[in-house]
């Protein structure tokens, strides 16, 4: 006889040990040592329709022998396994997957089934008791039972393997709110734990229950369903119906990048040549423009000249249309964004972040572009930055010392060896920037129809990676592409020799006056 046999009257065993226990604890040592026993033995067993008194037989021994034992250990919540078992310890070992099944189903099942498992074998309720005690129909209760007792059978013995490889990814949100990383956080600090980003991950494709969370990450249910109760009231997930939880935000992976490579390219051929040419007309153009060049020579403007002559084509021309954001449970408007991307496989976009203050002379704008090939990031100016560079700018000083000093220390402001400061950031005065949209309309806008079409057919397919339920972040992202797909004709380029690669530490960064 195998020993696969007693595996099949696991939920028995564990249900006679909870009735004959005072605790999950002693219901689990209990049940181990009937099985163990059971193991042991049953090589001695000579006839198979035997099996089930020959069991219980020994379930009553052994559970009148651990009575006796934890009678005496009880208040120090210690049990040591019999001298009498441990020369099988080798037997111990071989079945070693049928003794941490026990443990672990129990704990594997959601709230909903293990307090009906719990009232049925601890507490020796009736279903018409328990129907009572949680205020539910008596044919619930028997149904939960039986949907548990169905769990418990199929176990979780036979993990996924991803429950021994937990996911890491990057959490940060895009929208619009007020934080500083420190006295207001950003909310992504508050689902960045390492069992929330997994639960965010096994839940991204598809909506999960409880007990496959609990599976896929390896860990009880409910530690998930603690996670998964913080992850609701942070908005990151939603619940689906028939207790499942599905992520409610982007997480970027390999997918998008690969299908960035496969199509960009080959959509964009047929304009690419007219749309560089276009670029270098803009570069040549908005160089003879008496503006603050923060003494950039053209090889690192053109980088600039060409995300600002896009950002303007799409706000202008791009007929995708971009969903507005919902309010937050903090009052504003964003939505999370993740990535677990590996860097094989770039996906085509802009990073632009923005920071608007009023200054003396009207509203200014820092804008920082990141993800172009060749340079480096710098974070957004905070306020009072923007307002000493603009001083600086204009008057050649500022009254705000402390803010200078702060500027200084972060690189938006260089002291020289002469005492004379120097802002590192190119302007723009709000007639310099109209003239630049000049300067767009004639060289990049005759050709922007075509350069449209090719976005559009890139972005049907775009749009179909993305799940369903996250069509809104979808239409964000594929109308940013109108504007992001000038980081890979930038790249293009490079690759091809018709431009050059930026300076060492060049950051793509703007002040604008607004209106």
């Given at each position: 006889?195998?020993?696969?046999?007693?595996?099949?009257?696991?939920?028995?065993?564990?249900?006679?040990?909870?009735?004959?226990?005072?605790?999950?604890?002693?219901?689990?040592?209990?049940?181990?040592?009937?099985?163990?026993?059971?193991?042991?033995?049953?090589?001695?067993?000579?006839?198979?329709?035997?099996?089930?008194?020959?069991?219980?037989?020994?379930?009553?021994?052994?559970?009148?022998?651990?009575?006796?034992?934890?009678?005496?250990?009880?208040?120090t919540y210690f049990y040591d396994i019999p001298e009498n078992l441990i020369y099988q310890q080798n037997d111990a070992d071989q079945n070693e997957e049928i003794y941490d099944l026990l443990r672990r189903k129990i704990a594997m099942l959601s709230e909903t089934y293990r307090d009906i498992i719990i009232l049925y074998y601890y507490d020796g309720l009736s279903t018409k008791a328990i129907s009572e005690k949680l205020c539910v129909p008596e044919g619930t209760v028997t149904w939960r039972l039986s949907e548990a007792r169905k769990k418990i059978r199929k176990g979780f013995d036979q993990m996924n393997q991803t429950a021994l490889r937990p996911v890491r990814m990057h959490i940060n949100i895009y929208g619009n709110g007020d934080y500083d990383g420190k006295r207001k956080p950003f909310p992504s600090e508050f689902i960045n734990d390492a069992l929330s980003q997994n639960i965010l991950f096994h839940s991204y494709e598809q909506p999960r229950t409880v007990e496959e969370l609990a599976e896929l990450c390896g860990v009880p249910a409910y530690y998930i369903e603690d996670s998964i109760q913080n992850l609701l009231s942070r908005e990151a997930v939603i619940?689906?119906?028939?207790?499942?939880v599905q992520t409610n935000f982007v997480i970027w992976s390999d997918q998008y990048g690969i299908y960035c490579e496969e199509n960009a390219e080959k959509l964009l051929a047929p304009v690419m040549e007219r749309l560089l040419?276009?670029?270098?007309n803009i570069s040549e153009q908005a160089m003879q423009m008496d503006f603050y060049k923060a003494e950039k020579g053209e090889q690192d403007l053109f980088y600039l000249f060409?995300?600002?002559?896009?950002?303007?084509?799409?706000?202008?021309?791009?007929?995708?249309?971009?969903?507005?954001?919902?309010?937050?449970?903090?009052?504003?408007?964003?939505?999370?964004l993740a990535s677990m991307e590996t860097g094989k496989h770039k996906r085509i976009g802009i990073g632009t972040q923005t920071n608007t203050t009023l200054t003396s002379r009207g509203r200014y704008s820092h804008t920082v572009f990141s993800a172009i090939s060749g340079t480096i990031f710098r974070p957004m100016m905070y306020d009072n930055y923007?307002?000493?560079?603009?001083?600086?700018?204009?008057?050649?000083?500022?009254?705000?010392?402390?803010?200078?000093?702060?500027?200084?220390?972060?690189?938006?402001?260089?002291?020289?060896?002469?005492?004379?400061?120097?802002?590192?950031?190119?302007?723009?005065?709000?007639?310099?920037?109209e003239r630049f949209h000049k300067i767009v309309e004639a060289y990049l806008i005759p050709h922007i129809q075509e350069y449209a079409d090719c976005?559009?057919?890139?972005?049907?397919?775009?749009?179909?990676?993305?799940?369903?339920?996250?069509?809104?972040?979808?239409?964000?992202?594929?109308?940013?592409?109108?504007?992001?797909?000038?980081?890979?004709?930038?790249?293009?380029?490079?690759?091809?020799?018709?431009?050059?690669?930026?300076?060492?530490?060049?950051?793509?960064?703007?002040?604008?006056?607004?209106?």
């Open positions: 006889m195998k020993s696969d046999r007693i595996e099949d009257y696991i939920e028995k065993v564990y249900g006679y040990a909870v009735r004959h226990t005072y605790s999950r604890e002693e219901a689990d040592e209990l049940s181990q040592e009937i099985l163990l026993t059971a193991i042991r033995e049953l090589p001695r067993l000579r006839e198979d329709s035997r099996f089930e008194p020959w069991l219980w037989g020994i379930a009553k021994n052994v559970t009148r022998s651990f009575c006796r034992t934890m009678g005496k250990n009880r208040a619940k689906t119906g028939k207790g499942k040419s276009a670029l270098k060409a995300v600002l002559a896009f950002s303007y084509a799409s706000t202008k021309y791009c007929t995708l249309a971009y969903p507005r954001f919902q309010k937050r449970f903090d009052g504003n408007d964003w939505s999370y923007i307002n000493v560079c603009e001083d600086l700018l204009h008057d050649g000083k500022t009254e705000e010392i402390e803010s200078l000093a702060n500027a200084i220390k972060d690189g938006y402001i260089v002291k020289r060896e002469d005492g004379s400061l120097f802002v590192t950031t190119p302007s723009f005065t709000m007639e310099q920037t976005v559009y057919r890139f972005v049907e397919g775009y749009k179909k990676l993305f799940p369903k339920h996250l069509q809104d972040d979808a239409d964000r992202f594929c109308q940013h592409m109108f504007f992001g797909m000038v980081s890979f004709i930038v790249e293009y380029a490079q690759k091809s020799g018709r431009i050059k690669m930026p300076s060492e530490n060049c950051y793509c960064d703007v002040l604008q006056q607004l209106r």
